[in-house]
């Protein structure tokens, strides 16, 4: 392993360590923003980066504060010499592989908050498109990284022996802990409503239609009857480009002159009443009502029975879990990735103590 890792490394590529002030200028006075503590070729490393990468390295509670900050900037470094590595070696990853990663990382960031894709705004301060085009250089430089280490190991290959020998040449106060993990696939099953509560909520809809087109005001009625995180605000959405929103939402909000209101529409979230405001190139905003139903004990039984008949077509090999998944799955993230998981930092495995096992 030393030998190859020192054979990368010979090539053309450069390290620079260093401090770089980055300024702007403010009424004459020099505000420094950043620094540049590291170049590597033509690749910086700043200082808001290392940073970033330290408080998420103590957001999964692997080391004391103050104990890796070191490790975690060796870490940065080694990254941007395989980056430039791989530029050099003409590696290089697909958009479309980028494109899924990217949507599987922005569904987890957003699981994080409960799914609430409104507070993960009012977190950051910043629209969803935008968060993603800011996260969307660092997944694809990860997946290179990746592809360069698949490179470089992939004719090594390491006994149990050795591995054990090198870690009992580590003192055991200076060994550090990494949380167990797993790859995990799920082929998950939404429990299907019945029809008589799907009625009554279009009924319910239908009947805020009503009072809405006789005065009374969409966004009270929003405030006090929907059941989706936006019912504060009047159940405003604010602006969203097209292709945010889950499609039958967005059809039927597209085909809305501004100021009409919608027949309840069903979606995988339950029943809208959509009112469109304004369209502004490829944009749109929206309000709507929503009605969440939870399943019967009856729903949650039939479900369980189709998972459980998918559950023996795998076990009896008359298909694959991936391929189940794929075709199955009501899980769309997971599904395209064969029902499979992605940690925090887009890897294939899971830390356990990231995993909810309460659902």
Known sequence: MILKFTKLIRSPVFLLLGFVLVQVQAQDKGVIVDKIIAKVDDKIILKS????AYLQFLSSGQLEQGSSKCGVFESLVVNKLLVAKAEIDSVLVMDAEVDQNL???MQMIISQVGGNEEALESYYGKSLVEIRNEIRESVKEQLIVQRMQSTIT???SVSPAEVQAFFNNIPQDSLPYFSAEVSIGQIVKVPD???EQKSKAREKLLGYKKRIEAGESFEALARQYSNGPSAPKGGNLGYQQRG???PPYEAAALQLEPGAISRPVESEFGFHLIQLISRRGNEYDSRHILLQLEPSTQD???ATRYLDSLR???VEDSMSFEKMAKEYSDEQQTASNGGFMMGETGSAYV???QLDFET
């Open 154 to 156: 992939s004719d090594l």
């Open 312 to 314: 023996t077509l795998i």
């Open 193 to 195: 409503i019945g029809k």
């Open 351 to 353: 830390a356990t103590d």
């Open 244 to 246: 945010n929103l889950v």
């Open 49 to 52: 980066e290392l940073e970033e």
């Open 103 to 105: 949507d599987q990382r």
């Open 300 to 302: 949650m039984a039939n």
